[in-house]
């Protein structure tokens, strides 16, 4: 089945926002895993908004299942990666001040800076996955800078969904399947729900991975966070 790792950004969002350490960022993580996710992801960046370097090095000891730290690869990410060891890291070419992330890697373009990034993590034991858009030259690009895995940046999809639009699907189906061809792993993020995850994972039969957060955060308030994490975990079996 497909793996659900769960984005806690928006837990440290509403921990900073009243200081202190309410909600505990560490003991979501916790229930999270044991409510039956997969993974936890965090996405720290350079301002320390939502996830704080330090959370990342806290959440070492307390994620057992697989540990995804996304980012842009600057030298304070990269060398906090290093130093945390996750289980994967996925590349996002998040400008300083991104309020989210809005597109994924051009491959092509940047392939020099992204064979060497991801030259140094394979050494340290490290998976690697690349943020893109549907694109078919960008999954070869990702391909050919020595990527273990492609997450597909799924916004349009998920927009395009919500209008009815289900033709949508067809670039990411293309391209996961082109991945699969290459020897990529497909992981997938951004936007995905409840109300279209289903869709989504039926129609990219390889899917390895899903990394959900806001949605699933904001789902969770008026179902439950335990009841959402098993409700996505059905969907994507």
């Known amino acids: 089945m497909t793996k659900l790792s769960v984005n806690i950004n928006k837990i440290a969002t509403l921990r900073n926002s009243r200081g202190g350490n309410v909600p505990d960022l560490l003991q979501v993580a916790r229930d999270v895993q044991k409510f039956g996710a997969q993974g936890v992801t965090i996405h720290p960046r350079p301002d320390e908004r939502h996830i704080r370097y330090q959370d990342a090095r806290d959440l070492v000891s307390v994620v057992h299942t697989e540990f995804n730290i996304e980012g ?39 392939k020099a800076f992204l064979s060497e990034v991801i030259q140094e993590c394979k050494q340290k034991g490290i998976r690697t ?20 895995r492609i997450e597909l940046y799924t916004e349009e999809f998920a927009s395009q969904y919500a209008l009815g639009n289900l033709k949508a699907i067809k670039p990411y189906s293309d391209c996961a399947f082109l991945a699969e061809q290459l020897g990529l792993g497909v992981n997938a993020g951004h936007d995905l729900s409840l109300d279209n995850i289903a869709f989504f994972k039926q129609n990219i039969p390889n899917l390895l991975e899903v990394s959900i957060g806001h949605a699933l955060i904001a789902e969770s308030l008026y179902l439950g966070l335990e009841n959402v994490v098993n409700m996505y975990i059905r969907k994507l079996q």
């Open 129 to 148: 996955s690349i943020f893109v858009d549907p694109i078919a030259a960008m999954v070869e690009g990702a391909a050919i800078v020595g990527a273990d």
């Open 72 to 110: 842009n690869p600057m030298d304070n990410f990269l060398n906090l990666v290093y130093e945390c060891q996750p289980t994967q890291v996925t590349l996002v070419p998040d400008a300083v001040d991104q309020l989210t992330s809005n597109a994924g890697w051009d491959t092509i373009k940047n």
